[in-house]
T-cell receptor, first 114, second 114 residues
Framework: SQKIEQNSEALNIQEGKTATLTCNYTNYSPAYLQWYRQDPGRGPVFLLLIRENEKEKRKERLKVTFDTTLKQSLFHITASQPADSATYLCAPGNYGGSQGNLIFGKGTKLSVKP | DTEVTQTPKHLVMGMTNKKSLKCEQHMGHRAMYWYKQKAKKPPELMFVYSYEKLSINESVPSRFSPECPNSSLLNLHLHALQPEDSALYLC?????????????FGEGSRLTVL
């Protein structure tokens, strides 16, 4: 069955450092991968999307890579700030119809210490 | 602020009660979704409506009954729930015809079943 793994349940880093979160998938060939941020008790917020033919995508301090050979996506936050503390969810998906085919990973809880 | 509005934010109900969760969006999105999220777990898809028609039902128990009265509104009717149904219920929407469209989530309705 399809499996999405986000490498660690929690990641603690110091302010100013780069946070790197990992999303691995097995038994699955997604055409794209989305990343969301979720704060406690709130709905996820879309951050970035990367397609299978794109190696890297950037948005401000965020960078996402997608390696279909390794079946892995990396999500980087550079110059991290305490306000970046949240849970980050990866969600691979395929084309066609509505987004009911998105599968969410369990998420990685990032804590950025001042 | 999210453009998907969910009410109520919090709901406490007994196992014999009948209640409803409501979701509204005015972004012209024609796909709307209900997700259930337990603590420290990813959102789990329950239902998808596409152009006001139910397109996906992920084998959800009949005590959950979705309704899409028009393109802006989505309801989830609750009846005879169990304590294990306590969770954060998230509504989301996505743009029509966008194959990789991101999901726009509401803030969620926190449901407690006593």
């Amino acid at each position: 069955s399809q499996k999405i793994e986000q490498n660690s349940e929690a990641l603690n880093i110091q302010e100013g450092k780069t946070a790197t979160l990992t999303c691995n998938y097995t038994n699955y060939s997604p055409a794209y991968l989305q990343w969301y941020r979720q704060d406690p008790g709130r709905g996820p917020v879309f951050l970035l999307l990367i397609r299978e033919n794109e190696k890297e995508k950037r948005k401000e301090r965020l960078k996402v890579t997608f390696d279909t050979t390794l079946k892995q996506s990396l999500f980087h936050i550079t110059a991290s700030q305490p306000a970046d503390s949240a849970t980050y969810l990866c969600a691979p998906g395929n084309y066609g119809g509505s987004q009911g085919n998105l599968i969410f990973g369990k998420g990685t809880k990032l804590s950025v210490k001042p | 602020d999210t453009e998907v509005t969910q009410t109520p934010k919090h709901l406490v109900m007994g196992m014999t009660n009948k209640k409803s969760l409501k979701c509204e969006q005015h972004m012209g999105h024609r796909a709307m979704y209900w997700y259930k999220q337990k603590a420290k777990k990813p959102p789990e898809l329950m239902f998808v409506y596409s152009y006001e028609k139910l397109s996906i039902n992920e084998s959800v128990p009949s005590r959950f009954s979705p309704e899409c009265p028009n393109s802006s509104l989505l309801n989830l009717h609750l009846h005879a729930l169990q304590p294990e149904d306590s969770a954060l219920y998230l509504c989301a929407s996505s743009r029509p015809g966008q194959t990789t469209g991101e999901l726009f989530f509401g803030e969620g309705s926190r449901l407690t079943v006593l």
